[in-house]
T-cell receptor, first 114, second 112 residues
Framework: NAGVTQTPKFQVLKTGQSMTLQCAQDMNHEYMSWYRQDPGMGLRLIHYSVGAGITDQGEVPNGYNVSRSTTEDFPLRLLSAAPSQTSVYFC?????????????FGPGTRLLVL | DAKTTQPTSMDCAEGRAANLPCNHSTISGNEYVYWYRQIHSQGPQYIIHGLKNNETNEMASLIITEDRKSSTLILPHATLRDTAVYYCIVRVDQTGANNLFFGTGTRLTVIP
């Protein structure tokens, strides 16, 4: 298993540009989520999904959209990038959406918005 | 929502036990305590979790006080590769989904 994969690893955007951060897992996990991590801070939840076709907002959802058309993929879309979205983005997944399931994190995407 | 308090940083000599404390005085009866770590900006890695009993796995031990208001993560023989930020997380999500809420964690530095 490749686990949780994220692409790209690095990205530089100009203010106002849009892009999609990709996240995929090959473990047949129901639950997937996106976090952002700003310098010196812990991770904050952006959006999550408890199964294909189901998504919901986390702690900091503004400026981001998600969809979950398949079990494997959970892309994160920035509609109009802003400098405040400069961050490291992590995708995570777990076997089920219930509590107490171990989460597996991807390696992260480092995004710089100029 | 239950919150956690951790020291900002700690040092530990290589080969010695690293004891990382966490206070969670407002924890609810059905909330688990989780520990994850993040090595140099990589994705966080699960270490261990528990409810009320002490837990041990191949990575660490988790000691939870009887009143559940605090816990300690123990790395029995710290190595240089254990240098990381360690997050103590108490589940606070009321939706029932498997969401984690991270604080700023403890930066553990293992010293040769």
């Amino acid at each position: 298993n490749a686990g949780v994969t994220q692409t790209p690893k690095f990205q530089v955007l100009k203010t106002g540009q849009s892009m999609t951060l990709q996240c995929a897992q090959d473990m047949n996990h129901e639950y997937m989520s996106w976090y952002r991590q700003d310098p010196g801070m812990g991770l904050r939840l952006i959006h999550y999904s408890v199964g294909a076709g189901i998504t919901d907002q986390g702690e900091v959802p503004n400026g981001y959209n998600v969809s979950r058309s398949t079990t494997e993929d959970f892309p994160l879309r920035l509609l109009s990038a802003a400098p405040s979205q400069t961050s490291v983005y992590f995708c995570a997944s777990s076997y089920s959406a219930v509590r107490e399931e171990t989460q597996y994190f991807g390696p992260g995407t480092r995004l710089l918005v100029l | 929502d239950a919150k956690t308090t951790q020291p900002t940083s700690m040092d530990c000599a290589e080969g010695r036990a690293a004891n990382l404390p966490c206070n969670h005085s407002t924890i609810s009866g059905n909330e688990y305590v989780y520990w994850y770590r993040q090595i140099h900006s990589q994705g966080p890695q699960y270490i261990i979790h528990g409810l009320k009993n002490n837990e041990t796995n191949e990575m660490a031990s988790l000691i939870i006080t009887e009143d559940r208001k605090s816990s300690t993560l123990i790395l029995p023989h710290a190595t240089l590769r254990d240098t990381a930020v360690y997050y103590c997380i108490v589940r606070v999500d009321q939706t029932g989904a498997n969401n984690l809420f991270f604080g700023t964690g403890t930066r553990l530095t293992v010293i040769p």
